[in-house]
């Protein structure tokens, strides 16, 4: 017969009822419980390793990923294939020598009824790096190409504009014979909310128009001399002879 003998904190141990043991060992038997123990040592080190190699490739796949994150950031027209697939975007922007903001349905819906519900959405590169995103007319990629930006919201599209458009005024003034283009086509079609017309480029505007208007006006006055002449050689030959 064995009494339990129970330690307390506070106090003196207490003995609880006696129990029936089939055997009573001198000494503890340790040798089982340590190679118990030694095999639980041995799995929490292999649990370690491999908790740290998985940590490893953990902090290797997030360096990766933000690695990734960063060349995408360098693109706006590559940051929006994760947000296409997350259906983000509701809007196409429609770039040319006008703007029109466009929903994403309507931007990919043919116009022909009886051709494909989808149309062709293509990324183009060049070889200096740049990227743009293009909708074809036609369900079968035929026709013709639009550029487009996909984006949120109005107010994402105006900040496109007004980058796209700051872009090509410095393009303009760097230009040693101005020509047209869209520094000056988007300053007489795109409303004023959406872009800043600089004072330069309103400027050459007002002279380029001032320089037509005097061209007409040369050129009336030019045909003018010319009726007159002819009206007077017309009326010196209708005139009799007096000789």
Not at 98 to 121: F, G, T
Not at 124 to 141: A, M, Y
Not at 162 to 183: C, I, N, P, S, T
Not at 202 to 231: F, G, I
Request: net charge negative.
């Amino acid at each position: 017969m064995v009494a339990p003998e129970y330690e307390q904190e506070y106090g003196e141990p207490h003995w609880g009822q006696p129990e029936e043991w089939r055997e009573v060992f001198l000494t503890p038997p340790t040798v089982k419980l340590e190679a118990k123990v030694d095999e639980l040592d041995k799995l929490i080190t292999e649990k370690r390793a491999e908790l740290k190699r998985i940590n490893a490739e953990l902090d290797q796949s997030g360096r990766l990923y933000q690695d990734q994150l960063k060349k995408l950031k360098q693109h706006q027209a590559l940051q929006r294939i994760e947000d296409y697939m997350d259906g983000k975007f509701t809007h196409f922007l429609q770039v040319g020598y006008e703007i029109k903001l466009v929903s994403k349905e309507d931007a990919l819906k043919s116009p022909d009824r009886y051709d494909s519900d989808m149309k062709l959405l293509t990324l183009f590169g060049s070889t200096k790096g740049d990227l743009q995103w293009r909708i074809n007319r036609w369900g079968d990629g035929s026709g013709s190409e639009t550029n487009v930006y996909p984006c949120e919201s109005e107010d994402e599209a105006k900040e496109i504009v007004r980058k796209l458009y700051a872009e090509a005024v410095e393009e303009w003034r760097a230009q040693e014979k101005k020509h047209h283009g869209r520094a000056l086509e988007w300053a007489n079609t795109v409303d004023e909310d959406w872009i800043d017309v600089p004072q330069d480029v309103k400027n050459y505007l007002r002279d380029q128009l001032l320089d037509a208007r005097m061209k007409v006006l040369e050129e009336a006055e030019k045909r003018l001399r010319e009726a007159q002449e002819n009206l007077a050689d017309a009326l010196a030959k209708s005139l009799p002879d007096r000789n």
